[in-house]
């Protein structure tokens, strides 16, 4: 079974950055994408960005340019630099992880919280 815990959320003011780990454990097989998404108060789950086992990024049209997503595999870790942050950017952040297309699997979610 696949594990993923993310870390790096919290409290930041306007303009400011954060960086979002997250951490994959188990069985883990290729080729997979991992991803973040994130859920605002009253809002549906979206898309933020993702990146294969090869590196390939895409972006949702909302953060690009603010936000850059990259990975480890050797540790199966992820991470997303958020730079430029906004109140609209306050969401619990999800990782995931889509392996061969077919099974996926979620982190907890980490709280990130901007300030005006």
């Known amino acids: 079974q696949v594990q993923l815990v993310e870390s790096g959320g919290g409290l930041v003011q306007v303009g400011g950055s954060l960086r979002l780990s997250c951490a994959a454990s188990g069985s883990i097989s290729s080729p997979n994408v991992m991803g973040w998404y994130r859920q605002a108060p009253g809002k549906l789950r979206e898309w933020v960005a993702q990146?294969?086992?090869?590196?390939?990024?895409t972006y949702a049209n909302s953060i690009l340019g603010r936000f850059t997503i990259s990975r480890d595999n050797a540790k199966n870790t992820v991470f997303l630099q958020m730079d430029g942050l906004k109140p609209a950017y306050t969401a619990v952040y999800y990782c995931?992880?889509?392996?061969?297309?077919?099974?996926?699997?979620w982190g907890q979610g980490t709280q990130v919280t901007v300030s005006s």
């Open positions: 990146i294969t086992v090869d590196g390939r990024t």
């Open positions: 995931k992880l889509v392996e061969r297309g077919i099974s996926a699997y």
